[in-house]
């Protein structure tokens, strides 16, 4: 284990000593107690707020593909949210939240590290733009810094219940050099990897649907050819080698059978649930899982109700394959999806009241968002939809068009920030990580670019303007869009570059690919650039020309400066997305059985909540 990590175990050593329930318990000399509380009592009255801010606590939310017009508080009228929804009534709406990426890998890197995650390598350049296999060896580099890391040397706790989605392993299958643990958490709960359609039995096979097109094509073009070679054949143009052929043929089918034999084992070896380092259901099963991770995450705030911590309550809903306990099944007016999104908002009801009930709502500062916009594209096998609503913005997952990266984002803080407060200003999920530092008065790293921008000035009304000039929307590696709110103005010009082409036409996403694609013919590329003013079209409606807005030219100008001097500061870096990083390692399988049973195992039926943090 590396320095890092046992530094880790030996501050959580340090807690014990002060509040750890259970374990070997060290006491201290009384004398040194004595000295303790000398030293707190003596504390300059200049520090109180200093102190105050750095016993606040974290508790950040994320929603897996929730769109943002699936809430009550953005204009839903017909999903109930109403927990979602206290946190607008009780706190700030942002109501230009943008997500650094489109797709949920890069845009969890980027809200880690407050950097644009091209800057991290954790961007694809090939069609594959997210981690597809628990068994990849791509993850988040460990060279990042991570608001998380900074408050676990603070002394906080710092907990991950719910998905990862950036990488496990490198070498082997228990090297964890990409776990939660390697960046700055010491208690995890939640998948390694994500939730995907094949991780619920007859919920569908999400290789099969994202590749069904090329399928198609292969399978047309070889009856295509087979034919031709018969015509030419009959009329003796050629002598076509039959046995030769049929060897290939043979071929072709051995290695389909394979590849049919690894789909089939394609949930045991990628739907894993792990507490900490172990491997504890594998598959795991969606029965109750909404509900295990809710009394994760309020019971880890119960252990740490006396000292700071930080959750990330990091959502498997609502990403497909969808579910909902009985509780919930049925419930809706929009069917499983909807059954799910309300299921998660009693989810973050239950969270609220325990931090009511620890009486810590007026120290915690609750952030919620969605990694990227609603996944239109879903559609289930039975034709019903399963991904999530939009409103007003086009597009959806994947693309940069409004509907891909203007996320909810919502920020209750009783006491220090006003209550039903709406902000029209860009922000960034990236922006977590300055607010983070400078509310613990930690000095930002220097030796690295942050794109993040505090927030707090902006949520405390001392500043009316975003400190976001500039925002550039990166599809995969490919920078697609960037916008511009220029200081002093109330304009936001979005320039897009290429935009997908939706199929089938007519529609507003990419049926055909299940998620749209970030290059060659997948998208049509534009110079000029498209571009509109979102402040009077935020719905991207109508392409603005240079006779209706006379300053065209100029402000295309200033957004290809801005695009030029941002690609002047990024650095080569490893890609941690290549597909040698993305494809299945067998020897990076964890497999918490003999791969002869099948890598499976169910440790959650015998579930008992003393749990321990980084430890084993
Ligand atoms: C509310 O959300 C559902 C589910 O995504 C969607 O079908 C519906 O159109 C939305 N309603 C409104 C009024 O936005």
């Known amino acids: 284990m590396s320095d890092r990590l046992e530094g880790l175990g030996a ?3 340090h807690f014990q000593v002060s509040g750890g329930k259970g374990g070997p318990t060290i006491s201290f000399p009384e004398n040194m107690k004595i000295l303790l509380v000398f030293f707190l009592l003596h504390l300059p009255i200049g520090n109180l707020g200093q102190s105050a801010n750095k016993q606040s606590n974290y508790v950040l939310i994320m929603a897996d593909d929730l769109g943002i017009g699936d809430l009550g508080c953005y204009g839903n009228t017909t999903l109930r949210t109403p927990h979602i929804d206290s946190l607008a009534k009780d706190g700030v709406m942002l109501t230009q939240h943008i997500a650094a990426a489109t797709l949920c890998t890069p845009s969890r890197a980027a809200l880690l590290t407050g950097r644009y995650p091209i800057r991290s390598g954790m961007t694809s350049l090939h069609r594959i733009g997210v981690y597809i296999f628990a068994a990849g060896s791509g993850g988040l580099p460990t060279n990042e810094t991570t608001f998380v890391k900074q408050l676990k040397e603070q002394g906080y706790s710092t907990g991950l219940v719910g998905k990862w989605h950036l990488g496990l392993n490198c070498e082997s299958s228990e090297d964890h050099c990409h776990h939660p643990f390697r960046h700055g958490f010491d208690y995890f709960y939640g998948l390694p990897l994500t939730n995907l359609r094949n991780c619920k039995p007859n919920a569908g096979n999400i290789i099969i649907v994202g590749s069904r ?10 009856i295509l050819a087979l034919c031709v070679l018969l015509l030419l054949d009959l009329f003796h143009l050629v002598t076509v080698p039959w046995r030769a052929l049929g060897f290939v043929f043979l071929a072709v089918a051995l290695l389909l059978v394979v590849v049919l034999l690894f789909l089939s084992q394609f949930r045991n070896i990628n739907c894993i649930l792990m507490r900490n380092r172990r491997v504890i259901q594998q598959p795991f099963s969606c029965e109750n899982l909404t ?26 809903p609502v990403h497909t394959a969808l579910y909902a306990s009985p509780d919930f099944l049925g419930k809706s007016r929009h069917g499983l999806y909807g059954d799910s999104v309300e299921e998660m908002d009693w989810s973050v009801g239950q969270i609220l009241a325990s931090l ?43 693309t940069n068009w409004e509907g891909g990266i203007r996320v909810p984002g919502l920020l209750r803080w009783p006491g220090v920030l006003t209550a039903g407060k709406s902000i029209n200003e860009p922000t960034s999920n990236m922006d977590l990580f300055p607010t983070i530092f400078n509310l613990s008065k930690a000095a930002m790293p ?30 995969n590696s490919y920078l697609s869009a960037v916008r511009w709110h220029p200081r002093h103005s109330s304009s936001v010009w979005k320039a897009h570059f290429f935009t997908p082409n939706f199929n089938p036409e007519g529609t507003q996403g990419c049926f055909d690919t299940h998620v749209c694609m970030c290059y060659g013919a997948y998208v049509s590329q534009h110079d000029p650039p498209l571009l509109y003013d979102l402040s009077r079209d935020p719905a991207e409606s109508s392409p603005l020309t240079p006779t209706s807005e006379p300053r065209y030219h100029q402000i295309l100008e200033a957004m290809r400066e801005a695009v030029d001097k941002h690609q002047r500061t990024l650095t080569p870096v490893p890609d941690q997305l290549s597909l040698n990083n993305v494809i299945w390692k067998p020897w990076l399988q964890p497999c918490c059985s003999t791969v002869w049973e099948h890598c499976h195992c169910d440790n959650e039926r015998s579930r008992s909540p003393a749990l321990d943090g980084n430890t084993d």
């Open 11 to 13: 501050a959580r050593r």
């Open 213 to 222: 097109s090329n399928v198609r094509t292969v399978v047309q073009a070889t």
């Open 291 to 316: 509900q295990r991770m809710t009394s994760e995450a309020t019971s880890f705030m119960e252990r740490n109700s006396d000292r700071p911590f930080l959750l990330f309550m990091s959502f498997i």
């Open 356 to 398: 009511e009930r620890l009486n810590l709502s007026n120290r915690t500062l609750v952030y919620f968002t969605s990694d990227q916009g609603a996944h239109i594209e879903e559609i289930s096998d039975a034709g019903e939809v399963h991904g999530g609503w939009n409103g007003i913005y086009k597009g959806g997952k994947a």
């Open 446 to 475: 220097r030796n690295r670019i942050i794109d993040g921008r505090d927030l707090m000035p902006l949520l405390l009304g001392e500043v009316q303007q975003s400190d976001h000039e500039f925002l550039f929307h990166y599809c």
